[in-house]
């Protein structure tokens, strides 16, 4: 474990029960996922696997994912009644389990989401206490807590973008804790996610979505997950 | 600097040569680790001891039947049942642990201390000391924060999730937490507070995690009041000096090495203890999800 615990880890959190890893956690990968979408979807297809793949009515893992779907916060009491709110926020749903999926995490959650004409798919796992990672963005390998400011890029897979990207960030002093970059095939599209301390300017931002050679960037800031 | 919470030996020398008392040194470890104001210290336990309150109060006024049917509003029974097997306070006390439990299980909002299994027992334990013995908020909360400490020294050295180190870890450190903040809040001294600690993990020691269909209410829920009322005979013993003979240090790390050597079938597999009977099994066969593809093994999904 990395670093101490703060009191308010023995003390706390203040969360919606039964248990962190089936309730906080899945409520934390499923805002995570509104944000890579860009607001609430119209309709999610949920895949629970193994572990997840029997519990989770048990657990209401069922309510705390729609529940983050309509971006209610992990101690937001209205998670209990997320089913029935789903209808009053436009929001259509199916549930699928998968058990026995060896190459995946224990506790792990496949959302594919749709708003309008925009579509995305996530892999999130819940890792216990709460935390999570977010594994798999779209088919790339990903691997963010959604825990610090973290950026998403996908761009054109040209020699000397992870430098050029990086320098950017550099010249605003922002810190990057973790970067990582998976690509589909060679000189295909690649995808950047980078972990920062610290948030970006607006104007860069605006700026590396002007380049040509940028397919796509998200922006989730540093939120209370 | 600021005391980093290695062992009860350490918290009471660095509070004996800084002059500290215990849960000043908590809250400048906050301070100087996490960067936090002591304002918002303040204002974060008092927050969590309303949550703490408001699911006791909870517990014992709505209804709190949970999915699987298996926790089905037990608190109110116990809170009005007519016969008091010791004294209406001890009634009070099982029945308000059990209710903050019981919200837990009913995905009602409740704070994990240490975690969120163990979330009835120092709500239970505080809510009546606080009653009984007329005490401030602001002394709960001091109770509060030598609980964490408490916490903390017992992550460092064993630790506190079910998951690896069996129930002990859960309602055994949430009975440690309450029993020392309760003989803080009756002005113990940090030996008593210590040993107050000493002999609850004493009693707590072996426990494992053995969730009926792997849900977090058998026997979690049942565990809490007994915790709760572990913590209290456990105060009683300390205010009145008498030795856990084992110092505390000594009795997390045995809690440490039976965690470790405990087989992981009772460690929230729900593959051993109550979750492998005949009426644990048929219970789960009725709440688990059925319908379920199964892949071959090593297979990639799609
Ligand atoms: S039995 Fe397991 S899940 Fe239940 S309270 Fe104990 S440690 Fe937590």
Known sequence: MGGKSSVFDMIGPIMIGPSSSHTAGVVRIARSAIRVLGGRPDHAEITFYNSFARTYEGHSSDRAIIGGLLDFKTDDPRIKQALDLAKEFGLTYNFKSIGNASVYHPNTIKLSLTKGEQKVEIIGESLGGGLINIAELDGFSANFSAQSHTLIIKAKDESGAIAFISSVIAQEKTNIATMSVSRKGKHDVACHVIEMDSGLNPITITYLKSLPWIKELIYIPEIDL | ?302
């Open chain 2, 1 to 302: 600097m600021s005391y980093l919470f290695e062992s009860f030996k350490g918290w009471k020398k660095y509070c004996e040569e800084n002059g500290a008392n215990l849960y000043d040194s908590v809250i400048e470890y906050e301070i100087v680790q996490k960067g936090k104001s002591e304002k918002d210290i303040w204002e974060g336990l008092q927050k969590a001891y309303t949550v703490m309150k408001d699911a006791v109060e909870t517990g014992l006024r709505e209804d709190m039947t949970s999915r699987s049917g298996m926790i089905n509003n037990g608190a109110k029974k116990v809170y009005n049942h007519p016969v008091s097997v010791l004294s209406p306070e001890f009634q009070r006390l099982i029945s308000r642990a059990l209710a903050a439990k019981e919200v837990n299980s009913c995905m009602g909002r409740v704070v994990a201390a240490p975690t969120a299994g163990a979330s009835g027992i120092l709500p239970g334990t505080l809510y009546t000391l606080q009653e009984i013995h007329h005490l401030s908020d602001r002394k709960i909360l001091e109770g509060l924060l030598v609980g964490a400490g408490i916490a903390l020294i017992i992550e460092e050295k064993a630790s506190l999730a079910g998951a690896v180190g069996g129930c002990q870890a859960e309602t055994g450190s949430a009975a440690a937490m309450a029993a020392g903040a309760m003989v803080y809040c009756l002005d113990g001294t940090i030996e008593q507070v210590f040993n107050a600690v000493a002999i609850t993990i004493q009693c707590m020691l072996g426990l494992i995690c053995d969730p009926v269909a792997g849900l977090v209410e058998i026997p979690c829920v049942v565990r809490n009041a007994s915790a709760a009322a572990i913590a209290n005979s456990s105060a009683q013993i300390a205010l009145a000096d008498v030795s856990a003979v084992i110092p505390v240090d000594e009795c997390i790390e045995a809690m440490g090495e039976i965690g470790s050597s405990m087989e992981s079938k009772y460690k929230e597999t729900a593959m051993g203890g109550l979750a492998m009977t005949l009426t644990g099994q048929t219970i789960a066969k009725r709440v688990l999800i059925r319908d379920i593809e199964i892949l071959p093994d090593e297979t990639l999904p799609e």
